[in-house]
């Protein structure tokens, strides 16, 4: 299955399928099937999501658009 990336509203990116995930040296997170990453930028375990944009009342519900972006 290829990765998908959920936005979770007022909440952190859910990242699940097939994906590997590295820091800029290269070096391998311990990773899961489906991993939750920080959004709100106050997690104490970054880059994964450890709930505090709920404690924090992050808001933030990006909606998708129409156009399709080429990278």
Do not use: W
Not at 6 to 23: A, E, R
Not at 43 to 60: A, L, N, Q, R, V
């Amino acid at each position: 299955m290829d990765a998908k990336i959920k936005v979770k509203d007022n909440g952190p990116y859910q990242v699940s399928g097939s994906f590997d995930m590295v820091d800029a040296e290269g070096n391998a997170f311990k990773s899961e099937r489906t991993v939750s990453l920080c959004r709100c930028g106050y997690s104490d375990d970054k880059p994964y999501c450890d709930g505090t944009h709920e404690e924090i009342e992050f808001k933030s519900a990006p909606r998708a658009k129409d156009v399709m972006v080429e990278v």
